[in-house]
């Protein structure tokens, strides 16, 4: 018996986009602020290190109360209402920013955005895997997963917009109001999807199961893939949060130049995103190992090309920009193909807690250590390098992408009899 529907469900595609313009918009208001930085910097006194715990660390101590438990919750309850109630209230909270006198009410007001992705993300994963037939599972988590990129660019381009001509204030109130009318939309046009069966064999009476976090920890497949993530998130939001002030300092360009070289490698990765889950459903389908052999892949690449941009010479932009772009276009190879394997191995109801665990591990890691790390190396490297310490602060963070092949490698080598378990009749 399959955990997955025979064939796609009417309005998937509708609740897809609709998913992924969620998606977008609470990724918008979760980047706003490194668009707002100097403006709010200047009304409120801030240091780089207050601004740092507002953007990075804040978000991953909430992330991390709220992301498991939330997790569990839209595997016990309806998703639907779970997820306009954790988007609606995260841009809420986003728009109370405007109101913001100081350090502490705005980084309670930038929580919104770890309550919004730790209560949506996972459930709205795990209501298009009930959507969603295997064969095109990871063709949807691809599209889903576009709405970080695009978050980044109306983050870029919108969000710079509004601040220069109306002020960082209105800049909030819209990002945060885009997200809250989006919850309706979902609540009065989208019904929660069935649940879809799986085949996984019931317990023996009088055997205690583990519970959901135990149980999807003790599963091979899950539990190198949270590790895998870990790692390659602590590079990505390393380059990501750092790489402007790189190419400021390293090859001389403006903000403005390195803006709109970081706009062209958010696209990079929004095609990067949809090529690989078109590319693991055409292959998986001949070889199971391929749904994490993509992700594998776009790593190895991921890395040989963000090495190759970090050891470059000042003064090789266009070098630096083709490198720049290839860094963007492979590393989100990880992100579809993997969700989707663990809507195929792991039971209906704990799908949404196993994406929690993979986003928890990212949030944490990546998102909570890997910005503050990066900046703790180059300071330390400065001493000694010359002031040329960030660059080989991010190289250093970029090779953990090594442990994160070596976790996917071992992942892979799981799945097929993991997939087999799952499906079998």
């Given at each position: ?23 977008a918009l609470a990724f918008m208001d979760r980047q706003i602020l490194s668009v707002l930085i100097e403006p709010v910097k200047l009304e409120f006194g801030l240091s780089d290190l207050q601004i740092g715990l507002i953007t ?283 969700y989707a394997a663990i809507s195929m191995v792991t039971p209906s109801q704990r799908r949404a807690t196993a994406n929690s665990m993979v986003l928890l591990a990212g949030a944490i890691v990546g998102n909570g250590l890997g ?55």
């Amino acid at each position: 018996m399959s955990n997955a529907p025979p064939e796609t469900a009417p309005n998937s595609r509708y609740i897809l986009t609709l998913l992924t313009v969620m998606s977008a918009l609470a990724f918008m208001d979760r980047q706003i602020l490194s668009v707002l930085i100097e403006p709010v910097k200047l009304e409120f006194g801030l240091s780089d290190l207050q601004i740092g715990l507002i953007t990075g660390l804040g978000f991953a101590i909430t992330f991390g109360l709220l992301g498991v438990p939330l997790g569990r919750l839209a595997d016990r309850r309806e998703r639907r209402g779970l997820i306009a109630l954790c988007r609606g209230t995260g841009g809420l909270l986003a728009a109370l920013g405007a109101a913001s006198v100081g350090f502490w009410s705005l980084m309670f007001t930038r929580s919104g955005a770890a309550l919004s992705d730790a209560g949506s993300t996972p459930g709205s994963m795990s209501m298009l895997a009930d959507l969603y037939p295997p064969a095109q599972r990871s063709r949807a988590m691809s599209v889903f997963g576009t709405g970080g990129s695009i978050g980044a660019l109306l983050a870029l381009l919108l969000g710079s917009w509004l601040a220069e001509n109306y002020g960082w204030r209105t800049t909030v109130v819209v990002a945060g109001a885009g997200s809250l009318l989006m919850a309706l939309v979902l609540l009065l046009t989208v019904r929660e999807p069935l649940r879809q069966a799986t085949a996984h064999a019931a317990p023996a009476a009088g055997v205690r199961q583990p519970g959901a976090v135990a149980a999807i920890w003790a599963e091979p497949v899950t539990r190198w893939l949270v590790i895998g993530v870990a790692f390659t998130l602590l590079a990505a939001y390393s380059f990501g949060t750092w790489n402007i002030a790189l190419m400021v300092r390293h090859h001389g360009l403006s903000l403005q130049q390195a803006g709109w070289i970081s706009g062209a490698s958010a696209l990079s990765s929004i095609t990067g995103s949809l090529v690989s889950g078109a590319l693991t459903d055409r292959l998986a389908h001949r070889d199971l190992r391929w749904q994490l052999g993509v992700p594998l892949l776009g790593l190895v690449l991921s890395l040989l090309s963000g090495v190759a941009y970090l050891l470059l010479p000042a003064g090789t932009l266009l070098l630096a920009t083709v490198l720049m772009v290839l860094f963007a276009f492979f590393l989100p190879w990880w992100a579809a193909p993997s969700y989707a394997a663990i809507s195929m191995v792991t039971p209906s109801q704990r799908r949404a807690t196993a994406n929690s665990m993979v986003l928890l591990a990212g949030a944490i890691v990546g998102n909570g250590l890997g910005p503050i790390l990066t900046g703790w190396l180059s300071d330390v490297l400065n001493a000694s390098l010359g002031g040329d310490g960030l660059r080989y602060a991010m190289l250093g963070m970029v090779s953990m992408i090594l442990v994160g092949i070596f976790a996917f490698f071992r992942a892979m080598r799981a799945y097929p009899q993991a997939y087999r378990n799952a499906h079998r009749a």
